[in-house]
């Protein structure tokens, strides 16, 4: 197999209305650090990354911009967005996020040895909280 030059994901990026709620939700519930914020845009580090490119989640409102639509189904083909979490973690995290309020989905893939937490954003995106259990079969 050849060497990939990719190394890493850099960061996900997504369009939002409502930026002070996003930026409560990703700090408070899902508990990323916020980097930087700016009028119309929030930066959330995820990981380390690679080569000193730390991974971000970036949210950006660019309804200030002339030609600004909105965000819809029809115009995104972003199905989820998933953090990986600690096994150990798991059961804290699930509670934890209910007792915020939110409504929490668990589901096993047993094809990868996956144990999930699925839930929306503020603005209906699906976020997902993964860990790998080597028990899930």
């Known amino acids: 197999m050849p060497s990939r030059p990719i ?7 997504l369009r939002v209305r409502d930026l002070d709620r996003m930026q409560a939700f ?4 899902i508990g990323l650090e916020l980097m930087r ?3 119309n845009a929030a930066f959330f580090r995820i990981a380390a990354g690679y080569g000193g490119h730390t991974q971000v989640l970036a949210l950006f409102d660019r ?10 189904s029809e115009q995104t083909t972003i199905d989820h967005i998933a953090f990986e979490i600690d096994l150990i973690d798991f059961d804290a995290e699930k509670a934890r996020i209910e007792k915020l309020g939110h409504h929490v989905t668990t589901v096993t893939h047993a ?6 937490l699925y839930l929306l954003d503020p603005e209906g995106n699906e976020v997902e909280l993964v860990c790998y259990d080597e028990s899930v079969r």
Do not use: M, T
Request: no cysteine; charged share 30%; proline share 0%.
């Open 37 to 39: 914020r700016w009028d």
């Open 7 to 13: 190394k890493s994901l850099g960061e996900i990026a």
């Open 111 to 116: 094809w990868v040895h996956w144990r999930s």
């Open 26 to 29: 990703y700090a408070e519930v």
């Open 63 to 72: 309804s200030g911009k002339a030609d600004y639509r909105g965000v819809s």
